[in-house]
């Protein structure tokens, strides 16, 4: 077998199974350069912090208008591509360009009321966990920083009806911290999610105020045979203020509401709404007391 | 304290404590190498979607055949590196990069057969998940895509007893997807996980068409102190055909088997087999509906 | 909108809103240069692993000189930049560079003991794990070998009381394995998690000998309002040896202590100390086997 005959072979299958090609196709929106774009928002969302050399405040405009120079032109490519590969309703083909500079302005210009959220969101990790020291570590450690502030930008995108790009920012951020935030929630001030790795939050899902959830919580949708039919639909559930879910707890469905002031515990798989101040607990798991040969032989079968 | 006597501290644990160093040993497999061949071979299958400029058709055959011959010496060279590490049985010292090669051109030409299989899962990805707004959107944007290609290559060489390199693959993609799929897991098509992250399937799993799973499922083996002894035996479950596995679920055992058309609920833990068409799931959680002070107390304690 | 009104709107944020800025600050540690520190500390830690071309042991006297000498430099930089950032009580501004060039060298000094650890992790891990073909192989490819052997460096930097730096370096660990395991945690000897994503460990854990845990476990603190308050003292729990926790258990609350030889099921929430040799697992899960159509009626309600 011949590089010349798999060649051959890759290529009839290129023809063949046209389902995962991308070729003669609309140009998509690049991977790389949205990673980039996302780390230059965040730059300009928390500045000084992710930069090596320290910035002073004498410097801080020029450095803010150079940065957001860099960025606007690279961002409207990446939308123009975007609205190309899905063109909003009745706009000509000639006016996309014009869209997306004045949507990519509109999302610039929401940067200052993002860092509004975020420094409720800061807030609400520093007091809500011991083992920070100060502010700053929060910032420059913890990986609830970075995955709420591109939730956050992405949302926006969202709300614009930008295509693609906000899914490939959440993502970015998601392979990085392992919690997946929709561009689509709708996440109130002050939210906090200790550890993340493994937490979910879907499309509909809307969270009020003060709500501190930890690893392995998912905020997720049934799994119907209608899939596709589904779309549009609040399919995830609802938060209210000042609720707490911890690590592993799952919550399923669109109609579903967590009252206020309710506390779920870990590994709780709730598909119903329960009212304001539950406590939502697993029931206590068995303990037996075996002889150290009794334990051997349960943990290899689990019977008790 | 100097950097001279650090380092004769240091080289002297080298020579005391052999077993985590790698010293005048056979050349390992580079990490590095295979992170960079696995990417080009995620271009072979999805041609046009992770390249940065839009690929014509009629360049395609050109790209192909280029991309081939870079990647076709790389991957030799990493597969003769891991065949001296482990040689084959019964097979002269001068033969293996005979064997290299040919292992190397099989692997590449079921690359066809590989793109058949990520069609079915792309189309059961898009199908099963209203968020999803275009197939363009799961390949480019859904972790899960990436780590169901990496482990489909991986499995293959995982068949040609290629040692090292499928487990250093699919470790790549857990890394940037927070999914665990083991090289030797035997998964059919239409295979979905939605978010991935924590989701683990060992290495004798056997899954059947048109599974669905979620983040956090574990299809896992049990601990036993017999350890390296139950190498090669079958230590992890069989999931058969349009079953669902909920967020979280752990299935365990090489003689548990879950029945066709069966759904796991979230957080459950499974170790022995279910029918066909079950429905698993754990006891509904206790709700207590507390006065705002009593409930902050019991979210201090867990008491009811 | 223009770019200068863009930038003054963004700068008059910074003015507003100070907290999430680092202006005219201290100097903070650099996250790119520490994750370069932290690549260079582990090729020190298993030499040969992760170098492309091989290592004969005649050089590995001057590679290992080179390598110290290459890092000593660039951690005292960080080092020092942490301690200004916190500087220590009573401590002169000026001695702080040799503070931290002092507590480099015995951070340094301190890599013969960690090697020493680190070999009965490796072992825990390939005696612990069937799918495992040789040490070589848990070390190049297991997320778990980097994530434990980050922390046990990590650790010795924070009883050296360095601030900022270890959570960085564990937190880089934590996005490559998406494993936490905090650097205050005192983690004994043959410590294995297999899988590793989603698994979080407290900063006051105390884990004993030969303790085998799985993906997503969580030895956790209980969210409560005293939040900053609890700084200090014991928030997470006690595992004594040779206990091993299945996938997605939950342990809480600095009190709770696992008697020695204790198995936890999967997806357990344990809130209260066990004696040794118990055996604590959920409820059995219900198991209703239904007519397909009554099944996929309740898989969309989850009635049963």
Tied chains: 1, 2, 3.
């Excluded at 929106?29 to 996302?38: C, D, G, L, Q, V």
């Excluded at 515990?265 to 798991?285: D, K, M, W």
Aim: contains cysteine; hydrophobic residues 40%.
């Amino acid at each position: 077998m011949t590089i010349t005959q798999l060649t051959e072979r890759l290529v009839a299958s290129y023809a063949r199974l046209g389902g995962i090609n991308h070729l003669d196709g609309k140009n998509l929106p690049s991977k790389r350069a949205i990673a980039a774009i996302t780390i230059d928002l965040l730059r300009l969302l928390f500045p000084g912090f992710f930069d090596e050399k320290l910035v002073h405040s004498s410097e801080i405009k020029i450095e803010t208008a150079n940065r957001l120079h860099r960025l606007v032109g690279g961002l409207e490519d990446e939308v123009c591509k975007s609205l190309e590969y899905a063109p909003p309703a009745d706009v000509p083909k000639k006016e996309i360009r014009k869209i997306a500079r004045n949507r990519t302005i509109e999302f610039l210009n929401s940067l200052p009321r993002i860092r509004e959220l975020l420094q409720t969101d800061t807030e609400a990790a520093y007091n809500g966990d011991p083992a920070a020291l100060s502010v700053e570590e929060v910032i420059v450690s913890y990986p609830f920083i970075e995955a709420i502030a591109v939730q956050r930008l992405a949302h926006e995108l969202y709300l614009l009806d930008i295509p693609l790009i906000p899914r490939i920012m959440t993502e970015w951020a998601h392979t990085r911290t392992g919690m997946d935030l929709h561009p689509g929630a709708r996440i109130g001030p002050y939210f906090f999610v200790d550890h993340c790795t493994g937490t979910v939050v879907g499309e509909t899902c809307q969270i009020g105020e003060h709500v501190k959830m930890y690893q392995g919580v998912g905020l997720v949708a049934k799994s119907l045979a209608a899939g596709q039919a589904l779309r549009g639909l609040k399919r995830h559930p609802t938060i209210e203020d000042r609720v707490t879910i911890y690590a592993g707890a799952t919550i399923m469905g669109g109609d579903t509401v967590v009252g206020e002031g309710s506390t779920i515990g870990a590994n709780v798989f709730l598909t119903t709404s329960v009212p304001p101040y539950s406590l939502v607990i697993q029931e206590e798991a068995k303990v037996k007391v075996l002889s150290k040969k009794a334990r051997e032989q349960a943990a290899m079968d689990f019977q008790i």
